[in-house]
């Protein structure tokens, strides 16, 4: 705990204390810190691991289960139906929670979206999880679903 008067007190004096300071993190533990000096041949130390990769919540898209869209009239707006290939995995996984899913993996991504790739995703979910990837079996779109949904959209007025 940093003591706010006696920093303002010694403002632009140097601290010539020597001694490597204490954490005290409970009365009878003391564990010791490492004192860095601001000098040119300190060498900063990182672990490139850690800062590549953000920690992230499992099954964050639970939180949208349950929720609806709605129009104007208040009315419940129809959502879109997904491709029959694209199904969820994991506790109590929906078409609504997998197509959030999805569109935020689209949106928030660069990298391909596969699916879980693992089969044992399916008997532990928490275990065998890739992160990366929404909650949804791999899966692989061929020429034919693009031709199809090529077919769909010109049917339905598309360009």
């Not at 009315?75 to 199904?87: N, R």
């Not at 609504?96 to 399916?122: D, F, K, R, Y």
């Not at 979910?125 to 929404?134: K, R």
Request: charged share 20%; aromatic share 6%.
């Amino acid at each position: 705990c940093w003591d706010f008067i006696s920093l303002m007190e010694k403002k632009g004096k140097p601290d010539l204390n020597t001694s490597l300071p204490v954490r005290q993190t409970a009365s009878i533990f003391k564990q010791p810190v490492t004192k860095v000096t601001n000098h040119p041949s300190n060498k900063v130390k990182t672990d490139p691991q850690k800062a590549v990769e953000q920690p992230r919540q499992l099954f964050w898209e639970k939180k949208l289960s349950g929720l609806n869209t709605y129009d104007i009239a208040e009315e419940l707006v129809k959502t879109m139906d997904l491709p029959k290939g694209l199904q969820g995995v994991g506790p109590g996984y929906t078409g609504n929670t997998l197509l959030s899913a999805l569109a935020s993996a689209l949106h928030t991504s660069s990298a391909p979206i596969t699916g879980q790739l693992s089969a044992a995703v399916e008997k532990n979910p928490g275990v065998w999880l890739n992160t990366t990837q929404p909650l949804c079996k791999a899966f692989m779109v061929t020429d034919e679903d693009i031709r199809y949904e090529l077919t769909l959209h010109r049917v339905c007025g598309g360009v």
